[in-house]
């Protein structure tokens, strides 16, 4: 069986489930979010991680329809958080194919208009390499969709292709620092360097920046020291089922 099969399989039996990994901001800490991580519910393999499918996933022609799924799945949830935590925002990561495959602003605005979640509750997750080819459709496409007043983030931060030129011609609205800068960041007098850059970047660019992978309170202390607003990682929660997102993390916001 090919792995498209097997996709259109897992997809029409359900496995796909999406966890959810609280955001905070640091000062003061309060939940403000979360993004929402796809995994498979494999039947005899159990409960898969994307690391180990993501990237096929991402280049088969089911990648487009799944995206949409996971979008509106996650606009559904967000609409229900949001009773709790009335600015509460959802980040959901983009297959680079959604931009190629039909006209995404719709796709987005037709999950918040199904789902009643406002645009500004929503924002999408792109990678610095999707923009690499500089094709003008994407461009539009970003624009359009910012137009709706969804944001839009650069996952993984720093560590794409991209030059910073495209800061100023692409209308993101919040830069994600990667784990990797985020790892060594009190012990590497380097990787805080990166980090203090990539702030300065978001300030000037009236962007805002969120730091992934915090592990310790060390990073975090480090971080809050530098003023970034906010902050994911295992330290203040792993990604969990929507049930334990609201019994850990929901019920104490
Ligand atoms: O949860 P983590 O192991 O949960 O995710 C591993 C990788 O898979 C990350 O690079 C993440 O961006 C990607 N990923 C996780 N969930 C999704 C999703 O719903 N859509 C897309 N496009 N990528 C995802
Ligand atoms: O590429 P993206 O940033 O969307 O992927 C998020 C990935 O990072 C997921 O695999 C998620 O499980 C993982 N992750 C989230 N928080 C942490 C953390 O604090 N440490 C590490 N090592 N990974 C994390
Ligand atoms: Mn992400
Ligand atoms: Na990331």
């Known amino acids: 069986r090919s792995f498209e099969k097997e996709l259109k399989r897992a997809f029409i039996q359900n496995e796909f489930e999406l966890f959810y990994q609280p955001q905070f901001s640091t000062d003061p800490r309060r939940l403000t979010g979360a993004e929402a991580l796809i995994r498979w519910r494999h039947p005899d393999r159990g409960l898969l991680s994307p690391i180990s ?3 096929i996933l991402s280049h088969k022609p089911s990648a487009p329809e799944i995206g949409e799924w996971i ?6 949830q967000a609409v229900k958080w949001r009773k709790n935590v009335p600015d509460f925002t959802m980040g959901v990561n983009l297959f680079e194919a959604q931009f190629r495959n039909g006209d995404l602003p719709s796709v987005v605005e037709k999950a918040l208009t199904d789902t009643g979640l406002p645009a500004v509750a929503l924002e999408l997750e792109i990678v610095e390499n999707i923009l690499l080819h500089d094709d003008l459709n994407t461009l539009r496409m970003l624009k359009d969709l910012r137009a709706l007043g969804v944001g839009l983030a650069f996952d993984d931060y720093g ?5 910073l030129s495209l800061l100023k011609r692409f209308p993101v609205s919040r830069l994600k ?5 985020v790892r060594d960041a009190d012990i590497d007098p380097e990787d805080e360097a990166v980090i203090r850059a990539i702030l300065f970047l978001g300030r000037s660019f009236g962007m805002e ?7 310790t309170e060390a990073q975090f202390r480090l971080l809050r020291q530098m003023d970034c607003h906010h902050v994911q990682g295992y330290l203040f929660g792993k990604p969990v ?10 019920a104490a916001a």
Do not use: H, K, M, W
């Open 177 to 181: 620092i990667d784990r990797t800068f």
């Open 53 to 55: 499918f993501i990237d």
């Open 241 to 250: 089922s929507p049930e334990l997102f609201e019994q850990d993390f929901l």
């Open 209 to 215: 920046v969120i730091a992934e992978g915090v592990e």
């Open 159 to 163: 560590t794409g292709f991209a030059s």
């Open 71 to 76: 979008l509106r799945t996650a606009c559904q």
